[in-house]
């Protein structure tokens, strides 16, 4: 058997200028893609997954393999070589053991299998905004001499530079999928769900766009099922103000998902999310009841710490 | 013969190829819907059910978006050396349904057969061991439903797909086994996409798993 711990996160409804495209003319550019045949806002798994490290780094004790130094603008590395894990003894990280690693120089055949190589526990989807991407822009203008880059000839500190920023007012939604056993210590699953659930800032545009990624509202899923089926299921009817889970529901009346594995977490009980899960009768609380939860439940199933 | 549907959110079936502008596949190839399968069931070892024949039928129409990156190259062995990152295009697909088109005739039959295992993780999840997440494309594009079109003969006249099927003067080349580390020994068949009622195919048209 093997249990998985899968989730559904939304955020809350802001102003986002998240993970840029490439700038086009002065214009800063948004990630965009379609989705369900309109643009939607798009923000990378890569880019989730760099928050949910540093937030680790920040929340452990023993730290982070890798740790971004925002002066030198790189990662400062405990152990590169990833020898910790050449033994079962060894000392290893979190953030390799969740979010695994590879060292390409590695492999120099196919088939031989390397301690250099480790495949995620913890995968995480794109995040997607919950309605479409209208085409709001912003116009600014950086003071005289801020960007001296973008201005030439003998005036470029005297004038403002004008400029652009495509910006989407949303939610975005993404997923997650953990298989906790397969982890070196299976009490970081806890950690790392926990993590999730306070994420904080993820991209941003420098400091005028700090979007919160921690949840507004999540769905967690404990099956032996390898699907999640519940991935990307929040949706909304007013342009974002609020959500709804209809997709969710349908698929426990086809018995595709079982009530007794789902929790919900909301953070407003007057919402009618609340009120649509309520009614269908499933365990709904706050995020962070719906998370603590969550790990009871886990370390009930497999044995682990509850809390990390 | 089983048919398995596979929903999912966004993915990208890169092709071998393409090193700059990362184009995708419309379809994944059977090398790849043959590792989706082993993960489902949980296998590690990729030579386990080798002869099968796997391809891919797209329900849903595909769309195509183009998203900025980072790419990673190995210029330098240390990690993370400037040189190794660059930024590049990449096309995504989203909101794919699929079928897979698994038969496992030709496999050894002593051991349980891929098909078998494959309805049988589905039937019975809880008697199967697997870890990770369950992706087709890269680690990060988690697929969303998984479950099998138990009676081929009892689908509907009109269920049509597009599907990648062999064709020995067809204009496309798609891996049936994928070298992952120098591309030397990925093999290739030849084959058309195109669009056919499921209830019509026949094994001789489904490109068969076989290393060099």
């Known amino acids: ?308 | 013969m089983i048919g398995v549907r596979v929903t999912v959110p966004v993915s990208c079936f890169r092709k071998g190829y393409a090193r700059e502008y990362l184009e995708t596949h419309l379809l994944p190839p059977p090398a790849t819907c043959y590792g989706f399968l082993l993960s489902l069931v949980g296998e590690c070892d990729r030579k386990r059910h080798i002869g099968c024949r796997v391809t891919a039928g797209l329900i849903s129409t595909p769309v195509k978006s183009v998203v900025l990156r980072k790419v990673w190259r190995v210029k330098n062995p240390r990690p993370e050396a400037r040189e190794n990152i660059r930024p590049d295009y990449q096309e995504l697909l989203s909101n794919l349904e699929l079928v897979l088109w698994l038969d496992s005739a030709e496999e050894d039959r002593s051991r349980p057969t891929l098909d078998k295992r494959v309805s049988s993780t589905l039937e019975y999840p809880k008697h199967t061991h697997r870890y990770g997440g369950l992706s087709l494309g890269e680690s990060t594009h988690l697929v969303n439903d998984v479950s099998v079109i138990k009676e081929i003969s009892k689908l509907k006249g009109d269920l049509e797909a597009t599907m990648f099927l062999l064709d020995a003067r067809g204009e496309q080349t798609l891996p049936v086994w994928v070298d992952h580390v120098q591309s030397t020994n990925t093999r290739y068949v030849t084959g058309t996409i195109q669009t056919r009622n499921l209830n019509t195919l026949s094994r001789d048209e489904i490109p068969m798993i076989i290393p060099p």
Not at chain 1, 190 to 198: F, P
């Open chain 1, 1 to 308: 058997m093997s249990l998985h711990v899968y989730a559904n996160f939304v955020t809350p409804y802001g102003t986002a200028a998240n993970n840029r495209a490439e700038t086009d003319g002065n214009i800063t550019t948004l990630q965009k893609i379609l989705w369900l045949g309109h643009p939607h806002s798009t923000v990378s798994a890569e880019a989730i997954r760099f928050s949910l490290r540093r937030r680790l780094a920040d929340l452990e004790d023993s730290g982070t393999n890798r740790r971004w130094n925002e002066t030198e603008r790189t990662n400062s590395w405990e152990d590169p070589e990833f020898r910790g894990w050449d033994t079962d003894s060894g000392k290893t990280y979190i953030d390799d053991d969740l979010l695994g690693y590879m060292r390409a120089e590695a492999a120099k055949t196919e088939g031989t299998t390397s301690t250099k190589v480790r495949r995620a526990v913890l995968e995480l989807t794109r995040a997607v905004s919950l309605t479409p991407w209208n085409g709001d822009v912003t116009f600014n203008a950086a003071s005289p001499g801020a960007t001296p880059a973008a201005v030439r000839g003998k005036d470029k500190f005297k004038h403002p530079v004008p400029y652009g920023c495509e910006v989407h007012a949303t939610r975005y939604q993404y997923g997650m999928s953990l298989t906790p056993e397969s982890l070196r210590e299976k009490s970081r699953a806890a950690s790392a769900i926990d993590a999730l659930c306070h994420l904080g800032t993820v991209a941003g545009n420098q400091g005028r766009f700090l979007y919160d990624f921690s949840p507004d509202a999540v769905v967690f899923r404990l099956t032996h099922d390898p699907a999640p089926r519940i991935l990307y299921c929040f949706e909304s009817n007013d342009h974002g103000k609020t959500v709804s889970v209809d997709q969710l529901l349908a698929r426990l009346d086809s018995g595709d998902i079982q009530i007794e594995e789902l929790i919900g977490g909301v953070s407003d009980f007057e919402s009618p999310l609340y009120q649509q899960l309520k009614n269908r009768g499933l365990e709904t609380m706050g995020v962070k009841a719906a998370c603590a939860s969550v790990l009871d439940r886990m370390s009930k199933l497999i044995g682990i710490e509850a809390q990390p």
